[in-house]
């Protein structure tokens, strides 16, 4: 039977666990997934002596509500991923304008690398704050 590599890391919620008064900890899946989110959402030098890691995808936001920023967004997030997370394989990205809503659908495919798990889907709405 072949053995997987585990991934493990903190929640972001920071809540303790009821039975072991330790931090909860999400693996495998959770855990890239995770660590995908959280990619996407730091803007570059948000992150102290990191000044590179990131996505600036909020700056993108105030941009026209049209495809050709949708397809800038699918581009840095595909180059994020590829450059920052080196245990998933990018399988599809889509990104379309969602002009109801005023944002933009992100769906993002990916498999894990040494993994024969199926395709990982992650869907993200990006929308612009004030």
């Known amino acids: ?4 590599p585990t991934f493990k890391d903190l929640s972001v919620t920071f809540k ?15 855990a890239v997934v995770q660590s ?3 990619l996407l959402l730091t803007n570059k030098g948000e992150r102290p002596f990191q000044p590179e890691l990131g996505s600036n995808l909020r700056r993108m936001l105030f941009e026209p509500l ?4 949708s397809a800038q967004i699918k581009s840095v997030v595909a180059e994020v991923i590829n450059k920052y997370e080196p245990r998933v394989k ?5 990104c379309f304008p969602d002009y109801e809503n005023n944002g ?5 495919s990916f498999t894990i ?4 798990d199926n395709a990982i889907t992650v869907d ?7």
């Not at 303790?16 to 959770?30: F, G, I, M, R, Y």
């Not at 993200?124 to 004030?130: K, S």
């Open 36 to 38: 995908i989110s959280n």
């Open 104 to 108: 933009y659908e992100v769906e993002l």
């Open 16 to 30: 303790k666990h009821p039975v072991s008064n330790d931090l909860v900890q999400v693996k495998d899946k959770a």
């Open 1 to 4: 039977m072949p053995t997987f």
């Open 90 to 94: 990018v399988d599809n990205i889509f």
């Open 113 to 116: 690398v040494g993994r024969d």
């Open 124 to 130: 993200l709405f990006l929308e612009r704050t004030r």
């Open 66 to 69: 049209d495809y050709a920023t």
